[in-house]
């Protein structure tokens, strides 16, 4: 019978983003206290499972997310840049009612191409790079479970990926919510299915639960 084992993949918390920006890779940007409390809560949720691997993306407020399962588990963070938030020619930048960087005409030369997309790194590479981690995690976890600490976009073209999906999508459709799981569950070296769960759903403000990215703390007209 072959070993069965699940890697989840998990998005961070609430982040500290009183400007409502898109952070991207930029450094300095850290969970806020109810991220921290997302984090804590879905380690909790889970910490009767057989984890055994900890993998998670060198970006602050995903290191923060996973400083709670290093502790509940007693496991080691491996940093992975190949489970970093994806790159964006609008970091930096607003996406908040009336301020919006969209608003820009300058903008809209990287707007061309949603398929690859044209504004930012191309979705199968993406997808490429998760799915290396992704392995690596199911291999270091053989027969137990791992958990992959990444990003709302990484996470969710992984998961298209794995659906056989087109990679041409409405942002705030996206089934990955702060703090949630998409699971990967192998038999031996198969991908058999896929789930999807919110331990955390709670603590999410209603407002922020279609977001493309996190804002917390950032008034009303700043956020995305």
Not at 114 to 133: C, D, N, Q, T
Not at 158 to 180: A, G, I, M, N, W
Not at 211 to 216: L, Q, T
């Amino acid at each position: 019978m072959s070993e069965k084992t699940t890697v989840h993949l998990l998005r961070h918390g609430e982040v500290h983003n009183p400007e409502g920006v898109l952070y991207g890779r930029m450094p300095g940007y850290y969970l806020s206290d109810l991220g921290k409390q997302m984090a804590a809560t879905v380690a909790e949720a889970i910490a009767d499972r057989d984890v055994t691997h900890l993998r998670v993306s060198p970006l602050e407020r995903a290191q923060q997310t996973a400083a709670p399962f290093a502790q509940t588990f007693g496991l080691d963070i491996t940093t992975d840049a190949r489970v970093i938030e994806s790159e964006n020619y609008f970091e930096g930048k607003r996406f908040g009612v009336g301020d919006g960087a969209l608003r820009q005409p300058s903008a809209w030369v990287h707007l061309w191409n949603p398929f690859k997309p044209s504004w930012g790194e191309p979705y199968k590479e993406i997808a490429a790079r998760m799915m290396a981690a992704v392995y690596d995690a199911r291999d270091a976890a053989r027969g137990h479970e791992a958990v992959i600490v990444s990003h709302q976009l990484p996470i969710w073209t992984t998961r298209l990926f794995v659906e056989k999906r087109s990679y041409l999508h409405d942002p705030r459709k996206r089934q990955c919510t702060l703090c949630s799981l998409t699971s990967l569950h192998f038999e031996g070296d198969k991908l058999t299915s896929l789930s999807y769960s919110e331990p955390a759903g709670h603590l999410i403000p209603n407002r922020d639960k279609a977001a493309p990215f996190s804002a917390g703390n950032a008034p009303e007209q700043h956020r995305p």
